[in-house]
């Protein structure tokens, strides 16, 4: 399984964009980059995927490099509710994730 | 609006007991993954199943774990005997599988165990 490697954590002001780094060096040509987080003492909450052109929901922004070989999830204007415990995951062809640390996000008013 | 649901949501039980979680996944739904979340290990996955066949269980400690799915809308996690080291929150996820890619999961609130 192809690993990803996140800051331990980011501080971000309240209203200003979140921007989370994932290196991803050994993905694959049909992995999919998908991003999770965990707000405490919830289950993980699905947020956005892709693939290799860079994708937008009602959520968040997913800026990939060509490469593929890193990512960006964006926060446009974070929130307070928007502290948590993020990962970036590569599920496998059988939809296996593997969560790593995540970066721990702490949105300050 | 649906929602993967899981119980208890708490459980306290004294080390040698045997310990049942309980998931229903999301109507329609064809895979469902357990996962165990601690502190020191993270989040780790347990096992997985797709059409409720066992497709890898191999985090799963074998002699004292085990994982069923007695029908499309119940998947069962159980510890016998348990230990104070099963101690953590166990989530239940589910997900549609088309093609053998499975989209998104849908995680559960969990089941926090705790062994004394």
């Known amino acids: 399984d192809a690993k990803t490697t996140q800051p331990t954590s980011m501080d971000c002001a309240e209203g200003r964009a979140a921007n989370l780094p994932c290196n991803h060096s050994?993905?694959?040509?049909?992995?999919?980059v998908y991003w999770y987080r965990q707000i405490h003492s919830q289950g993980p909450q699905y947020i956005i995927h892709?693939?290799?052109n860079n994708e937008t929901n009602e959520m968040a922004s997913l800026i990939i490099t060509e490469d593929r070989k890193s990512s960006t999830l964006i926060l446009p204007h974070a929130t307070l509710r928007d502290t948590a415990v993020y990962y970036c995951t590569l599920p496998s062809n059988t939809g296996k994730l593997i969560f790593g640390q995540g970066t721990t996000l702490q949105v300050k008013p | 609006d649906a929602r993967v649901t899981q119980t208890p949501r708490h459980k306290v039980t004294e080390m040698g007991q045997e310990v049942t979680m309980r998931c229903q996944p999301i109507?329609?739904?064809?895979?469902v993954f357990w996962y165990r979340q601690t502190m020191m290990q993270g989040l780790e996955l347990l096992a997985y199943f797709r059409n409720r066949a066992p497709l890898d269980d191999s985090g799963m400690p074998k002699d004292r774990f085990s994982a069923e799915m007695p029908d499309a809308t119940l998947a069962t996690l159980k510890i016998q005997p348990s230990e104070p080291r099963d101690s953590a929150v166990y989530f239940c996820?589910?997900?549609?599988?088309?093609?053998?890619?499975?989209?998104?999961?849908?995680f559960g609130p969990g089941t926090r165990l705790t062994v004394l």
């Open positions: 996820a589910s997900g549609l599988s088309t093609s053998g890619n499975t989209d998104e999961q849908f």
């Open positions: 892709g693939l290799k």
């Open positions: 109507l329609g739904h064809n895979t």
């Open positions: 050994t993905i694959s040509g049909n992995e999919y």
